[in-house]
């Protein structure tokens, strides 16, 4: 189980942020040579980024770039950045299965005989990429995650950020893509830095919805959402429970069993069973991380 929490974004001109990126915490780097980077500084950051790439540390963090759009500069990004071993690419405005075809063969052109294959996230930022989005998601194997970029998809509406319900209708379509297509789903980030309460219900509600992680822009909300996305010692108890309950119905040879009478069958089953494989992902005894 890949763990997606948290993919934290770090400009990609900036050499501090790139050499200090790995002691941040969150699972997922996203070195980003897209908006954080002015037009005339991208041939920079894609020395940089592909500099630190070679030679920095990052532990276990995934690394991850993200890259211009196909329109833009992406197939130079991609054979800049390809030979440098990343673990995935971030590929932004994806609008269609045939953006992700295209990325593909440039990274194919790209991969040196015996790399890792790099893998894929789509950022969704589009009315047509979210209308798209089921096909997207399936439109190649290298497609381990989906994520949603509220700031410009808004914009595409014609309408301003608020609480979440002009984002409700992509949020989900997104959520149900991935889950249908079997790859994560990766909500938006919270942008107000100085809002914790609003940060940490954001994250819950993302959860709700089927999030499994969260973009996150600033190291501070790193902790929160780490939090957020991981089981509580409660849900762990929960999940011991279910299993322990379906065990003694199979050995009863009892059809149907109840839990603090609630009907237990396979989907509650597997539910606990995926928290409990995530919990032990996270080294969580019935605690929380």
């Known amino acids: 189980m890949e763990l997606r929490r948290t993919l934290m974004f770090v400009p990609g001109n900036s050499p501090a942020m ?18 954080a980077v002015a037009p005339r500084e991208k041939d920079a950051a894609r020395f940089l980024v592909g500099g630190a790439l070679r030679t920095v540390d990052y532990g276990s963090c995934e690394k991850i770039v993200r890259i211009n759009p196909i329109d833009v500069s992406a197939e130079k990004d991609i054979a800049a ?47 047509l990429g979210i209308s798209n989005c089921y096909s997207i998601a399936k439109a190649h194997p290298r497609i381990v995650a989906m994520a949603l970029g509220a700031e410009d998809y808004t914009a595409y509406l014609g309408t301003q950020r608020s609480d979440g319900p002009e984002i409700y ?15 994560q789903s990766v909500d938006t980030p919270f942008t107000d830095v100085l809002d914790d309460e609003g940060l940490v219900k954001d994250i819950a509600f993302a959860k709700k919805l089927g999030f499994k992680g969260k973009i996150v822009i600033n190291p501070r909300h790193v902790d929160a959402v780490h939090q957020g996305f991981s089981p509580s010692a409660a849900e762990i108890e929960w999940a011991h429970r279910v299993v322990a309950v379906i065990k003694l119905a199979e050995d009863q040879g009892t059809g149907a069993i109840s839990l603090d009478g609630k009907m237990i069958d396979k989907p509650i089953v597997e539910r606990a069973e995926r928290l409990l494989q995530l919990a032990k992902v996270l080294g969580l005894e019935g605690g929380q991380s």
């Open 18 to 35: 790139l050499q200090n990126a790995g002691v941040l915490g969150a699972d997922s780097i996203v070195f980003d040579l897209e908006d």
């Open 81 to 127: 950045i390809v030979p440098c071993r990343p673990d995935a690419l971030l590929v932004p405005k994806v609008n269609c299965a045939e953006d992700i075809h295209q990325v593909v063969k440039w990274i194919e052109a790209s991969e040196a005989p015996g790399q890792k294959e790099v893998k894929i996230v789509a950022l969704i930022e589009t009315p």
């Open 169 to 183: 209708m992509a949020r989900t379509m997104i959520v149900n893509a991935a889950a249908a297509a079997g790859i």
